[in-house]
């Protein structure tokens, strides 16, 4: 027998629905949110007997008079208005958690129909720092990614940089009259942006400055050596400063193909567009029309401006263009904030009129809140930036495991501090619902109680220390005997992280990861209050040491799965 409780019971189910002249489809399973009534529900009958207009609790009798589920489940009992619920046998739990325990992928079977993805996230904008907005869509992607590749899909992540635009004008202007080596060397994007505002400033009241630095852009888009030459060394610059906060969070790119990239296809994409009458002129425009969608019919997308530039819109189809040539993906997944909803929805619905077939999905997300519930800002009013953001993280878990614990060396510490500190991070972000705006606080995020990644990372140390304590390691072929309910909960649990981790990619939301982890930590805390662990009889013992060790390896790998690490002290 094969496959997770729910699948088990669900196709026990199913064919019981087929025998009885149901529509199986209906034969869903679920885990049950009260486990006083049972392990597992469904609600197949009330709906059927909605359907049907007929009384649920007969339907359920039907269907259990043809249900066959020995040896998975008690007799199932029909509950409240219909309800169908299972409770798991002993033996069963027995041997499905010495499956579960003889298998690397910890019961996760890898996806039906393996896809290949193209992934665009983090895809910040050079000579700009990247800001708290970004850190969303860099964590979000990178954790959306590794658990697409866990679950067996093809994926290819590519950094779409903001490397091209009309502020490399004022960039190069200021680079040429007054940039600072030293600080450029010193901290590269600082001095970049220190050039930009210079130039913004000087423009308000210098027609000449203006006008030049209008000049320099020009002359960067005809292809000028020396203004190009700035450019590149800008783009470069930046990236090095990206990179640096990438190698913090432990997060690497297949592919960074920035705007500029795709500077030489706009030209011919909208005259291509234009031929085929999906962009037509409008007041020196060219312009997208949807007028068969209500909710764009008053959205045109500009992808020409009547002064001949091209704008964002343009740069994305013609990014598309080139990636479904390029690797013929199945999916394209946009990791970027809901304020930029309707430019996706422009873009994809353009890809329709030109026969685009790839599933292209924008991932969208909220905002970050200072602890006044605003947008984050720094006290003198400007976005946070991220590499303050993950150094302060690194410094104030150092502090907390400093105190903790004494005698580390320095290298010990500062490893252990940048796992705690990155990770408390990347999960404030991932436990979120991704469309709310949540709030940002320090004191919340490193807790060690409470919904927190340091709180995990402690209850997989405190397991690790079990074993130490004991000077035992887990059996792996020992046998799993469930008798007490504290075990039979953990046990279920357990063989539920199967049927968690697919669900996140079902609209994007690894929260439900996070959240499952959560509760499989209590869940083991209530386990090792009730159950001795160490000083049990020795089959019991070996037994309760094999659950514990199952917890700290899925409690592991579900970190993982976010891009958290464990320490193996703390
Ligand atoms: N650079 C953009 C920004 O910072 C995000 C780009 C997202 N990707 C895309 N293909 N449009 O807002």
């Known amino acids: 027998m094969s496959g997770t409780p729910r699948q088990i019971l669900g196709d026990r189910l199913r064919d019981a629905l087929k025998a009885a002249g ?35 609790r007969q339907i359920a009798a039907d269907i259990l008079s043809r249900l066959d589920v020995r040896g998975i489940s008690a007799a199932p009992e029909v509950a409240g208005a219909g309800f169908l619920n299972f ?11 010495g499956a579960l325990a003889a298998d690397p992928r910890l019961g996760v079977a890898t996806a039906k129909i393996p896809q290949k993805i193209l992934l665009d996230f983090s895809s910040p904008n050079v000579a700009k720092p990247m800001h708290v907005g970004h850190i969303r869509s860099t964590i979000l992607g990178d954790c959306l990614a590794r658990i697409a590749r866990f679950l067996g899909h093809e994926v290819i992540t590519d950094n779409h940089i903001g490397d091209w635009g009309t502020q490399f004008g004022k960039v190069i202007y200021g680079w040429k009259h007054f940039l600072d080596r030293e600080a450029l060397a010193r901290d590269a994007i600082a001095e970049l942006v220190r050039l930009y505002r210079e130039v913004n400033r ?87 029309f949807y007028p068969g969608i209500p909710a764009l019919a008053e959205k045109p997308a500009i992808i020409r401006k009547s002064d001949g530039g091209f704008l964002y819109a343009t740069t994305d189809l013609a ?45 969208a997300f909220g905002s970050i809140l200072g602890e006044d519930r605003k947008i984050m800002k720094t006290r003198s009013g400007e976005n946070v930036g991220l590499a303050e953001v993950l150094h302060e993280a690194v410094d ?25 500190g990155i990770g408390a991070v990347k999960y404030a972000e991932l436990s979120q619902n991704r469309h709310t705006d949540y ?31 004991g000077e035992v390691g887990a059996d792996p072929g020992a046998a799993i005997r469930i ?7 953990l046990a279920i649990k357990l063989l539920q992280y199967a049927e968690t981790v697919p669900v996140v990619l079902e609209d994007f ?31 019991v013992r070996a037994s309760r040491l094999l659950l514990s060790e199952l917890t700290a390896r899925i409690l592991s790998h579900g970190l993982s799965l976010l891009g958290i690490r464990c320490p193996e002290k703390m």
């Open 509 to 539: 939301r690894p929260n439900i990861l996070a959240n499952f982890l959560y509760e499989l930590a209590n869940t083991y805390h209530s386990f090792y209050e009730a159950c001795p662990v160490l000083k049990a009889e020795p089959e």
């Open 22 to 56: 149901f529509d199986p489809v209906r034969g869903d399973v679920s885990a049950s949110a009260d486990m006083r009534f049972g392990d597992y529900q469904s609600n197949a009958a009330m709906v059927l007997a909605k359907e049907k207009k007929s009384n649920p």
């Open 87 to 97: 409770r798991l046998e002993s033996e069963f739990l027995d041997s499905a958690l």
């Open 483 to 489: 008798s007490v309910p504290a075990e039979r909960l």
């Open 202 to 288: 000087m423009e308000e009241t210098d027609e000449v400055v203006r006008r030049v630095a209008r000049e320099e852009l020009v002359k960067l888009q005809a292809g000028d050596a020396e203004n190009l030459a700035i450019w590149k060394e800008t783009v470069e610059l930046s990236w090095r400063e990206f990179e640096k906060l990438y190698g913090l969070l432990d997060i690497r790119f297949d592919e960074r193909l920035g705007e500029s990239a795709y500077n030489d296809a706009l030209a011919p994409l909208c005259e291509e567009l234009q031929r085929r009458g999906i962009a037509r002129e409008s007041e020196g425009a060219l312009c997208i």
């Open 439 to 469: 709030v940002f606080s320090w004191e919340k995020l490193l807790a060690l109680d409470g919904n927190t990644a340091p709180y995990l990372q402690n209850a997989y140390v405190r397991i690790r220390s079990i074993f130490r304590r």
């Open 396 to 420: 104030r878990a150092r502090k907390m495991i400093a105190a903790r614990q004494e005698g580390l060396t320095p290298e010990a510490l500062e490893s252990i501090a940048e796992t705690i």
């Open 319 to 363: 990014t598309i263009e080139y990636r479904l040539k390029h690797w013929r993906p199945d999916a394209i997944w946009y990791v970027v904030g809901a304020p930029q909803a309707l430019h996706f929805q422009q873009i994809f619905a353009a890809c329709r009129m030109m026969g685009i077939e790839a599933n292209l999905v924008h991932i």
